[in-house]
């Protein structure tokens, strides 16, 4: 009894997750959350309304710009629905890194900062002009019926070609140093981390304690600090990372990711489609080039950058400091983007184009038939990709450097 | 057989240089070559494993994890 117990904690608590059930569970629980709180899940609104915060706070009048209109800009971090769901992923990638004792502060060289903050401005700037992430324009998205998702991952998929190639770059890749066993100093790796379970078990009761303790605390904000917690911790156990999905399968063949996702959609798609239709408002915009064009952007900053919108946040919370500049690339990406929305951007990108749902223009069954189609098509994809055996890195001779 | 074995130190290295450098290394190595490999991204601990294993490698030893220290061995045949 007590060895079943040792290994059930074990897999749950110490060791990451399987994929592909971590990102169903997502789908599930994403779908439930649009369901009870009422809106999809996202988080790159709220790094635009930071930036707009930040403004104001710099004595800038932030009153004329219509696209924090768009995206309800009020309140504070802990009046927004988004907000106190950010915070809450934030609290819970921490505390699964601490139980799988995966913290440790990893310092970047420059290069990478630089790569870091140039990915993220890209990244946080495409993801704004399509109007949502890897999540609202994509993962979420797909799932909410709205054409503009689509653009907006074909975007990506392209995106993340190009970002490779510029990653791959000579000046981007460097050269990684081989060193000979014998000359290794092979320093104590034995890392002193066995207090971070215990950390995160206090982490975990801190966490209960404030929300427990805010009786004032309207219940859909802690129903979204609840939802929020588990997103943070179910992307760390599985190391549900985004941008991995489309690189890796360009790079390598990889499917796994990709995969994982169509699975977590497919699932979240019957979910919504029940919320809607017992009226839960969707979250449909602007089929126009500014999704395909946000995608694509999207998909070259992410591969430049190392990890998407919801990849920095649990990285972040590992200790890796490149991923901080990730995420203020992010906000600053999005706050060039709110700056020139009304210079045009709207105008010409997004105003004349119909904010198409499948849903509303053919019915419920067809919009699954067709929603069902994009996503065995992306498998489909998937699975030609690696069975192709094609690969960015094979039979490419790269520089290594021996010491 | 002491010359044969190396040692590849990616702590610090985000995705996807992982699994690029180790791949790139293990090409330019000579066959029968073990490469020890140590990184810190935590993706890496299932995608370095399954890639080099994809292209042809073998793995001499299971992945393992030392805290937050991810360290795999592979074998160039």
Partial sequence: ?403 | MEEKRYVLDLRGEPCPYPVVYSLQVLAELESGALLEILADCPQSFKSVPEEVVKAGYEMAEPPQKIGPTLRFLVRKP
Wanted: aromatic residues 14%; contains cysteine.
């Fill in chain 1, 1 to 403: 009894m007590g060895e079943i117990i040792k290994s059930y904690y074990q897999k749950v608590i110490a060791e990451f997750w399987d994929q592909k059930t971590t990102v169903i569970l997502l789908g599930i629980l994403s779908g439930l959350y649009f369901g009870t709180v009422g809106v999809v899940w996202a988080v790159t609104g709220e790094f635009t309304r930071w930036g707009a915060s930040f403004l104001k706070w710099m004595g800038v009048d932030v009153s004329p710009y219509t696209y924090l209109k768009i995206i309800k800009y009020k309140g504070t971090v802990l009046t927004r629905i988004d907000g106190v769901m950010v915070l809450g992923m934030f609290a819970g990638a921490l505390i699964a890194a601490l139980f799988g004792q995966n913290f440790k502060l990893r310092i970047p060289t420059a290069k990478r900062v630089l790569q870091a903050l140039i990915g993220g401005i890209i990244a946080g700037f495409g993801t704004r002009l399509a109007m949502g992430c890897n999540l609202a324009a994509l993962f979420t998205g797909i799932p909410q019926f709205s054409l503009h998702t689509w653009f907006f991952t074909l975007g990506t998929i392209f995106g993340t070609y190009i970002g490779i190639k510029i990653t791959l770059s000579p000046y981007f890749r460097g050269e990684p140093k081989l060193v000979k066993a014998s000359e290794f100093n092979a320093e104590n790796l034995k890392a002193n981390t066995q207090m971070q379970p215990f950390l995160g078990w206090l982490g975990l009761i801190v966490f209960a304690g404030i929300l427990l303790s805010r009786p004032e605390m309207p219940n859909n904000l802690k129903l979204a600090t609840v939802f929020g917690f588990a997103f943070g911790f179910l992307i760390q156990k599985g190391q549900v990372c985004f941008t991995s999905a489309f690189r890796d399968l360009w790079l390598v063949g990889r499917t796994t990711t990709l995969k994982a996702l169509v699975w977590g959609m497919a699932v979240q798609m019957l979910l919504t489609a029940v919320f809607i239709a017992k009226g839960t408002p969707a979250k449909v915009l602007w089929a126009g080039p500014n999704a395909l064009i946000g995608g694509l952007l999207f998909g070259i900053g992410i591969v430049i950058a190392g990890g998407c919108e919801t990849g920095w946040m649990y990285r972040a919370m590992e200790g890796q400091i490149h991923f901080w500049f990730v995420g203020l690339g992010n906000v600053i990406g999005a706050t060039i983007l709110f700056l020139v929305w009304d210079k045009g951007v709207y105008k010409y990108l997004a105003e004349p184009f119909p904010k198409f749902s499948l849903i509303e223009h053919f019915g419920y069954l067809p919009a699954f038939i067709l929603t069902g189609l994009f996503l065995l098509g992306l498998y489909l994809w998937a699975d030609l990709r690696e069975a192709s055996g094609r690969s960015m890195i094979k039979n490419k001779t790269m520089p290594v450097r021996r010491v």
